[in-house]
């Protein structure tokens, strides 16, 4: 009876440390997707705050950068940008 005992038990320990190394594997895969995804980033032509003129490669280099796009069509987009004045 305690070698039955002993034998279900290293299976279930066996089995939550195969499980633990693929959940861990798995999401290191999906990160790794996504860090590639993210390096991809299209060429564009967008304005800053001040009005100026940015475009993909003076965005490349050692400081992050974090990109906020607003759809001109969408409603709740328009109601988080005011009007500009021309």
Same mark, same amino acid.
């Given at each position: 009876?305690?070698?039955? *005992?002993?034998?279900? !038990?290293?299976? +279930? +320990?066996?089995?939550?440390?195969?499980?633990?190394?693929?959940?861990?594997? &798995?999401?290191?895969?999906?990160? %790794?997707?996504?860090?590639?995804?993210? &390096? %991809?980033?299209?060429? !564009?032509?967008?304005? #800053?705050?001040?009005?100026?003129? +940015?475009?993909? #490669?003076? *965005?490349?280099?050692?400081?992050?950068?974090? *990109?906020?796009? !607003? #759809?001109?069509?969408?409603?709740?987009? %328009?109601?988080?940008?005011?009007? %500009?004045?021309?």
């Amino acid at each position: 009876m305690k070698r039955k *005992l002993a034998i279900y !038990f290293l299976f +279930v +320990v066996l089995g939550a440390i195969g499980y633990l190394g693929f959940s861990i594997y &798995d999401e290191l895969r999906q990160k %790794q997707e996504i860090e590639e995804r993210i &390096d %991809q980033l299209p060429e !564009f032509v967008g304005v #800053n705050l001040e009005g100026k003129a +940015v475009r993909r #490669n003076t *965005l490349i280099g050692e400081t992050p950068v974090i *990109l906020t796009y !607003f #759809n001109t069509g969408c409603e709740f987009c %328009q109601a988080e940008t005011p009007p %500009q004045k021309r």
